[in-house]
DNA sequence: GATGATTACGGACGCCGTAAGCATA
DNA sequence: TATGCTTACGGCGTCCGTAATCATC
């Protein structure tokens, strides 16, 4: 494959480590980039020593990571459409899912003893991808979305998705701020707050620009982690708001949750398997587990 | 490419149809084909005798042309980054951009005497097509959206879009309708209308669908035509409500437009190019006669 | 001079076309 | 029996590895 080839010699900025990771010899891959030069009508898509993508290799190399991961996402769904059901259970899940999957993996537990479960907490866009590249058997996706719009997930593929669960929303704040005694609030009132985006946990930053209606945000902190108590700690000490479901405060008694006045905005869970795949005996227990 | 050879396969259903189109000989098909299977593992793709896709088969069908549309994108981005601007122009527009951009061609014209311009009319997803596979300069796409939401469009790579004008949504239904005398319509109070579903000219059923707030629309009419006047002609003659900008029914009596209440809901016309290319002279100027 | 990309060359493999084989309608 | 897919085989091109060349730090 030249594209992945060629994404490695970008990546790394030198042809000869992107043949030791590929397991060729430097030549061959000097050849592969001529060739795919070549195959371009012989448009330059490197700058030699340094090895920097030239303005035609940049867009190249922004086609090329969905195009690969598309291409994968198609050869897993052809042998999961070809295989027999795994026996094995593989889900990623949001870290906002955690709560609602450790219910059914405990139900799931006492009806098959024998079960043998791998567990990833990923962002959203990840699940997505893991699924689709088939990397797993199940995920499980939150996002914060309006009422009718689907999950803003990265376009993988063809996925199957059932709505598992809804929750309102609030914004998460310190027991000590100002609007800490509020019944609501309208997002809309509070494009000038110091937001704290958390892609990986709750919604990503264009999520929240859209929900808040503001064209851009004010000086935000981005949380890349995917576990919620170490954002919770970031919300106690003041770090910015945050929106979440109310319930991720319970038991922290320094944090409180403003319940959001818009009415059309929810946080949807949503789990994704392959469109006709089958998950397996424990893929279908925990799905049903799961209300789906 | 063997995923273009399998798909011709399949879309003809013959080995010997798929060779002749593709200038290859039936044994050469067979192999590739044969090569494909082999790929994945030995997974058969293709009944034979009926040639009709198995089940893994239909999986793959499903990815491929999404991913040969993502491919021949790619290459015409990378041509386009790399070539010199065009010294001709290609414009693929939705009819409902087609006043605005009359305006800016008739401007056009004046100042570049000169000017080697082509029209496609197309609906909003062609356009997108066309733009990302290089098969014009600019693209001009028209949607029914919420208002912060994106159009609407394939996931055809990166893309330019620039906003050239929005329009507030009306129903249009013909003057002896019951509801023509009505100052103002819900959207969520026809639910059970009869709609008539332009997707090459208006909305695609999906957003027709959201905008009205139902999980689907009872016996709807649809028409695939991209002119605007055979639409028409099916509004004046009661085949069923559409929703479109007002301006649509101006000059025709027969057809009455009555403004949705809804207040997010927007008609927004988009100019679509490549990210990084240059649309040419031609191009710049009817960008900017465009307003972008 | 050393690191690292390019070019030259040879062997192996892959791909297509010819031709024979074979299954199904 | 005829159509049409498959298999066998040979030529040609492609791709990778070895090795020599060349450029840059």
């Given at each position: ?30 050849q592969q980039i001529a060739a ?69 993996v405990g139900s799931a537990t ?103 209606g503001a064209d851009r945000l ?75």
């Open positions: 494959m030249l594209l992945r080839t060629f994404t490695a010699v970008a990546r790394s900025g030198s042809f000869s480590a992107a043949a030791r990771e590929l397991g060729y010899i430097q030549s061959a891959v000097s795919l030069e070549a195959s371009l009508g012989g448009v330059p898509l490197l700058h030699r020593r340094p090895v920097v993508p030239t303005g035609a290799g940049a867009r190249l190399l922004e086609h090329a990571e969905p195009l690969l991961l598309r291409a994968s996402a198609a050869r897993a769904d052809v042998l999961r459409a070809a295989g027999d059901p795994p026996d094995h259970l593989r889900v990623a899940a949001c870290a906002l899912a955690m709560p609602r999957l450790a219910a059914a006492s009806a098959m003893p024998r079960l043998d479960l791998t567990i990833t907490v990923a962002a959203p866009d990840a699940v997505a991808i893991e699924v689709a590249r088939g990397g797993c058997e199940l995920g499980l996706a939150v996002g914060l979305t309006t009422l009718g719009d689907p999950l803003p997930l990265p376009d993988v593929g063809p996925l199957r998705s059932v709505v598992i669960s809804t929750d309102s929303v609030s914004v998460l704040l310190p027991a000590d701020h100002p609007l800490a005694r509020r019944r609501g609030l309208r997002l809309a009132d509070l494009a000038d707050a110091r937001w704290l985006l958390a892609p990986a946990v709750a919604a990503p930053a264009a999520e929240v620009r859209r929900a808040v004010s000086c935000a902190i981005t949380y890349a982690g995917t576990d919620l108590a170490g954002l919770l700690a970031l919300v106690a000490a003041g770090a910015g708001l945050v929106p979440l479901p109310a319930w991720v405060a319970a038991g922290h008694p320094e944090v409180v949750a403003v319940p959001v006045t818009e009415p059309r905005l929810e946080f949807r869970a949503e789990l994704l398997s392959g469109v006709t795949a089958d998950p397996g005996a424990a893929g279908a227990l925990l799905a049903t587990l799961l209300g789906a």
